[in-house]
């Protein structure tokens, strides 16, 4: 195949008028008018799995993998369409490369599909810092976009856009209101966010050409403005209320991040309020207003003791007795109060400090006559409105003042004070609300159901068998976990059918217990009733005993990645005999190994290949293989995460054989003969590979 390879850093930069640069630029959206503008609010955002930002990669000859996590959305607003009659809400959008490689995608033309075929290379780097190409798969399509704010071609479902519901304990809810079809991204090198990480790099992919590679450098983000098509939802007839915005990076996982966290971490969640409500006063005093205090108050403008209601700052008054107030006047930026409004502001009271009353005043410019208050009537300024009891400490609450209660309507407001009457308050969002509240969607409150349907309870098992579950829920089933004596066994079951394979002989004969625990997208779970097995891996014949307290005969002994020969006879007690062998605390790939035995370990159609080994509890490794030679080194199974790059998975050269060990304990890791390419083949030499961590091992040979 004939692909144009770019080596990381050293790319185009992008110049000024670059098709990349367009992104950036924004302009007002067809049919925006600020007279029909909805104001909305971001509340407060997470990640899933929060920012992973890694600070030393893997070492040289590992595949570097990418991993793209999508910034919290940002320049949130709501927009009327003239044009359509349709309530659009448009936000930037951003996603990182925080991982240890470049994501690259490579343009390939396919004259039978009359498109355009698009492929990642994965790459890595020798000791001397020399990026080179590790593979280049098969990830996707790319398009051709003609919209004028950005024309090129476009990588296909790169990004999807929804907004949730807010579940009844916060979180994200199931219900989808509002969606995007996965959209087509024009990928490259905006804005650098972490110049921190290890192989943070130059700005170096930007013309989104046919044949240009496209992608994102370490450390940098792809910025997609608000103002681009595309970067909307459609809300129309969305009831009023808060919700949470969902944006996700690579959603079918096209692009290999190199599976665990950094595959499962590409969500970012807005918490946003679609509201009629016009903000006046939040984090600043609108424009043009002077600011004066009376009793011993001021201005003071906080970020925390407590976190503001919305933006960045709320306003707090002073700890004072009696009758204290801020206020300001003469602003520019007035507010028009309609018929119907109803006049807000959000008060924190402080715990620890109570007033004894509360009161909210308007200023139309020639009077202040216009009060609404809460608790005891203390404060002796003209003609108030009650609206009831003080309101609770300690958390924010709305207070509304319908404008007909305050004689407001149809009255320019240039004024508002904040009074109190001993205590202190905090005070944020002032404003009116122009439309009734709608309906806020229904919450998900019920968790799934789950069983074990295989294997059956009390069973025996060996070798490699399937765990499986049936799982329901009201909604639908977000994903399975199987776990294995309280430890999670395999990665999580998305959609059905819900199983998992378990190597048992990566377990020590005797009793264990399998459960599992589903969930749904509104963070409901559930743990299946738990399911106890025996493993018994015991086989028939004479075992023959290869490596027990020495190498074989003529084996010359090697060490690599800071690992060496270490016979041990205690830390743990060998498995069999006097001594085991137990390699050095090592981060990432180390093994030590021998060849040119001259006893070879010959081995038989049938025969299976096994060793004991104890992870250390203290530094367990993150991956285990075991790797045999006869003229090649390309018989090799792992146990665990699938970091370490050697021969080609789901081959005789790289075979899964389950997950890691359990830690502590000396357990016996068997391998069929004919899974690891051995049968009828002398094996001369034996690598024991870690990738972090330390092991001991003993006993090892083959067993009929």
């Known amino acids: 195949m004939n692909i144009a390879l770019q080596e990381p850093n050293k790319g185009q930069i992008m110049k000024p008028g670059s098709p990349r640069l367009s992104k950036l630029v924004s302009t ?50 709501v927009y009327h369409d003239q044009s359509t009659g349709k309530k659009l809400l448009r936000f930037s959008n951003t996603i990182a490369n925080l991982g240890e490689g470049p994501l690259t995608l490579i343009p390939k033309s396919n004259s039978a599909k009359g498109g355009t075929d698009a492929y990642q290379v994965l790459w890595s780097h020798d000791q001397n810092n020399n990026w080179y190409a590790v593979s280049t798969n098969y990830v996707g399509t790319f398009v051709y976009n003609p919209n004028p704010v950005e024309p090129g071609w476009t990588f296909s479902d790169f990004a999807t856009y929804e907004l949730h519901n807010v579940a009844a304990d916060g979180s994200v809810g199931s219900t989808v209101l509002a969606s995007m079809a996965k959209m087509s991204c024009c990928v490259g090198d905006d804005i650098l966010v972490n110049p921190n990480l290890q192989h943070t790099g130059s700005q170096t992919y930007g013309y989104c050409t046919r044949t240009n590679p496209q992608g994102i450098s370490v450390g940098w983000a792809d910025v997609y403005g608000w103002s681009l098509p595309g970067q909307m939802l459609d ?22 991040e190199g599976g665990g966290a950094a595959a499962s971490n590409n969500s970012a969640f807005l918490k946003v309020r679609i509201a009629s409500d016009i903000v006046w006063v939040d ?35 002073s700890i004072r007795a009696g009758t204290h107030q801020r206020y300001f006047y003469g602003a520019t930026a007035t507010l028009t109060v309609n018929p119907g409004n109803v006049l807000i502001a959000y008060i924190y009271v402080d715990p620890a400090n109570l007033p004894s009353e509360v009161m909210l005043q308007w200023s139309d410019g020639s009077s202040w006559e216009h009060r609404a208050y809460w608790g005891a009537n203390k404060i002796g300024y003209g003609t108030v409105s009650y609206m009831g009891p003080l309101p609770p400490a300690g958390k924010w609450v709305r207070l509304e003042v319908p404008a007909s209660q305050v004689g407001l309507e149809g009255v320019t407001l240039s004024g508002m004070s904040f009074t109190l009457y001993d205590g202190r308050a905090t005070w944020d969002y002032a404003g009116l609300n122009a439309a009734a509240s709608g309906n806020s969607p229904p919450p998900d409150t019920s968790p799934p159901t789950v069983t074990i349907t295989a294997p059956a309870n009390n069973a025996t098992v060996a070798g490699t068998i399937t765990v499986s579950a049936d799982a329901s829920d009201n909604v639908g089933v977000a994903g399975v976990q199987f776990e294995l004596d309280g430890a999670n066994l395999g990665s999580a079951a998305a959609s059905a059918p819900y199983q998992v394979s378990w190597n048992t002989a990566a377990s020590a004969n005797g009793s264990h217990t399998l459960t599992a625990l589903a969930w749904d997208a509104a963070g409901n779970q559930a743990t299946a009733a738990a399911v106890t097995v025996v493993v018994n891996n015991t086989t028939s014949g004479t075992a023959t005993i290869w490596v027990d307290d020495g190498l074989p005969d003529g084996a010359v002994p090697f060490g ?26 090592s981060a990432g790939l180390h093994e030590h190994y021998f060849n040119w035995a001259w006893s070879p370990l010959t081995v038989n159609s049938g025969d299976t290949l096994f060793t004991y080994v104890y992870l250390d509890p203290a530094n367990p490794p993150r991956e285990v293989m075991l790797i045999w030679a006869d003229n090649s080194w390309e018989h090799r199974a792992y146990w665990g995460a699938n970091i370490i790059a050697y021969g080609q998975d789901g081959t005789s050269g790289r075979r899964y054989m389950g997950p890691l060990p359990a830690t502590g304990q000396w357990v016996r890791l068997q391998v069929p003969a004919s899974l690891g390419g051995l049968e009828g083949s002398a094996a001369q030499g034996m690598s024991f590979t870690l990738y972090g961590g330390r092991a001991t091992w003993d006993y090892t040979g083959k067993q009929p």
């Open 235 to 256: 809300i129309t007839g969305v009831p009023e209320g808060d919700y949470w915005l969902v944006t996700i990076a690579n959603p079918d996982h096209l692009i290999n």
């Open 28 to 77: 007002n959206p067809k049919g925006h008018s600020a007279g029909r503008l909805i104001v909305l609010f971001a509340v407060s955002c997470l990640t899933r799995e929060g920012v992973v930002n890694l600070a030393v990669a893997n070492p040289a000859g590992t595949i570097h993998y990418p991993d793209l996590q999508t910034l919290p959305p940002s320049e949130v607003g």
């Open 560 to 585: 690599d990645g800071g690992d060496s020969w270490n016979w041990v006879s205690s830390n743990p007690s060998p498995f069999s005999g006097a001594v085991a062998h137990q390699s050095n605390i």
């Open 283 to 317: 984090d600043a005093v609108p424009g043009g207003a002077l600011t004066d205090a009376n009793g011993g108050d001021a201005w003071n403008w906080v970020s925390s003791n407590p976190t503001p209601y919305s933006g960045r700052l709320a306003h707090q008054s």
